[in-house]
């Protein structure tokens, strides 16, 4: 079987390569496999060696797979439909001690560029938002159960939306009336919120919005700070069986929150000399990159190694 387009490009790929070095033989742990893109870069510089692919979304995890198996023939690839919040669990059961992981947060473009899946507005779909389609609740199930100042807090504290009270009380009062069940819905629902205010904004006005509502159906926030209390606590216990003991670590952000939890918990190691930090400064896309995918404007890449004495 061959793989058709990807339907995302990987951001700062070059970038994450210098900082997780990968060499010929290694073990590699990438907890958001997504089109498998970076993937299938490190399979073929660890070629052969061995990669675990995790991913939350089943369909991305089947693509990431025969695109990775398809690049790097003599590598073993092993996959787990998972959180990565379950990351030190989900190694330890398939036998894997990395020396690198990589984790690229938020969701891939095809994943956007579905309609049905939810998580845009360019075209109408159902309120989903789901990255597991297993799990039950959808946007638009948290939209009908949430009151309108834990809506109004949703979409400020994630979204960091100065409008969202105007949002929140638009979207009750509608919702009294109507279910809002479909993206292009709530789109016009925000954008009416806006009123003259939607002029000013260079994005649409819906688009933080539906980052508020993804990031919260998914309990992205959570996963990330349990995903990095496992790294820390590995790094503590000299890489916990499922690091090795000088494993590179890579985590790429694409929100102010995120990043703020990554660099916290790798600075905190760095302090305590259990990590050497990439750089100080979180690694950007440059111009070039941006000018040809727009979505790497807002990646910050941070990275550690452990250190073994
Ligand atoms: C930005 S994409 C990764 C793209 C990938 N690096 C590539 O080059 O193709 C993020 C992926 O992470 C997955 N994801 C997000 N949160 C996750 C979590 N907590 N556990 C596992 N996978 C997650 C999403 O389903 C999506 O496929």
Redesign the pocket.
Known sequence: MSVGD?G?V??L?TEVLDSIAPKPGDCCI??????????SAIARAINPGRILL????KE??AY?AVRVRESAPETRVDTVH????NVAEIATKAGVCADML???????SN?LDQAERGFGFQNDGPLDMR??RTNPYSAADLLGALSESDIADMIFNLGEDPFARLIARKVVQVRAREPIITTAHLARLVREAYGSRARDSRLHPATRTFMAFRIAV?D?LN??EV?LKSIASAVRSKGGGWLSPEARVAV?SFHSLEDRQVKRTFVGLADQGLVCRASRKPVIAGDVEVAHNPRSRSAKLRAVTILSN
């Not at 990438?30 to 993937?39: C, E, I, Q």
């Not at 995790?54 to 979304?57: H, K, S």
């Not at 998972?82 to 919040?85: A, I, K, P, V």
Request: hydrophobic share 45%; aromatic share 4%; glycine share 12%.
């Open positions: 990807p995302h990987p951001v790929l990438d907890a958001t496999a997504g089109r498998g893109g970076h993937a995790i991913d939350r979304d991305n995890l990431a998972g959180d990565f919040r990589l984790a690229d947060l938020g969701i891939s994943q990255l597991d998914n992205e996963a990330l995903f790429i």
